[in-house]
């Protein structure tokens, strides 16, 4: 049973901006933390940003003031804005749902949406 969708990945240039949705079955999103988590080849997942069920966010330090997290409780929909993009941004991104401030999930990886960012 598939819980989470991610979608809106795609190439972009420097300095491009892509917003990506992450749909979740309703139980999950209502309670949860929801994150986007990133993996680049070579490197382990790491935390992109969360938001918790009453609006905290946190974000990693690379994309602090470029990147904004969202969520709709009427679409269950968390979204990742991203703007400012950088080379560095590549990579696949996945929607997930966890600990807040933590790398801890709670659920299986989807497949992910690719993000490329290049001249």
């Known amino acids: 049973q598939v819980q989470l969708v991610e979608s809106g990945g795609g190439l972009v240039q420097p300095g491009g901006s892509l917003r990506l949705s992450c749909a979740a079955s309703?139980?999950?999103?209502?309670?949860?933390?929801m994150g986007w988590y990133r993996q680049v080849p070579g490197n382990q997942r790491e935390v992109v940003a969360q938001?918790?069920?009453?609006?905290?966010?946190n974000y990693a330090d690379s994309v602090k003031g470029r990147f904004t997290i969202s969520r709709d409780s009427a679409k269950n929909t968390v979204y990742l804005q991203m703007n400012s993009l950088k080379p560095e941004d590549t990579g696949v991104y996945y929607c997930?749902?966890?600990?807040?401030?933590?790398?801890?999930?709670?659920?299986?990886w989807g497949q992910g949406t690719q993000v490329t960012v290049s001249s």
């Open positions: 997930n749902y966890g600990a807040f401030k933590s790398s801890i999930i709670y659920g299986s």
């Open positions: 309703r139980i999950i999103f209502s309670s949860n933390t």
């Open positions: 938001i918790t069920s009453n609006g905290n966010t």
